[in-house]
């Protein structure tokens, strides 16, 4: 499989469909079976508010993982994605009710690069803060 966005068609500025991932307790839960990071701070409230923390908060790799969707789904391939990265700059807090939280991601391209591949930033907010820096993936098109 490849990207099926085309290199030539695509120019710096270009904006990738945002997209919204709502965040639940029972979403960690199951994230943390299929990870193996049972850290109490992902699922035990007074544990979290013990450590200095508003409340439980999302693992890091969930939040990494949710955001790449957006270029992954933008690309039609996973496989495109050739580097990614981020900086964690503030926790994604869910609390214990049906809604839980949300993580907002957009992205767009900000560099066309060699050999047919892009740069695009990422921007995750979550509660109208900022989740994640410096947060770039690699991408190539076809």
Do not use: C
Request: proline share 5%; net charge negative; charged share 25%.
């Amino acid at each position: 499989m490849s990207a099926k966005i085309a290199f030539d068609e695509v120019e710096v500025g270009t904006e990738l469909p945002a997209k919204s991932f709502p965040v639940t307790r029972a979403t960690l839960v199951r994230y943390a079976g299929a990870s193996g990071d049972f850290n109490p701070i992902h699922w035990n409230e007074k544990f979290a508010r013990e450590v200095g923390l508003p409340d439980v908060i999302a693992h890091g790799m969930f939040t990494m993982a949710e955001a790449i969707q957006v270029v992954t789904d933008w690309s039609g391939d996973p496989g495109a994605v050739v580097e990614y990265g981020v900086r964690f700059t503030k926790p994604v807090v869910v609390p214990n009710d049906e809604t839980g939280a949300l993580i907002e991601v957009s992205g767009k391209v900000a560099a066309k690069l060699d050999d047919n591949r892009v740069r695009v930033d990422l921007t995750a907010m979550s509660a109208g803060q900022k989740v994640l820096g410096m947060s770039r993936a690699v991408v190539r098109l076809a």
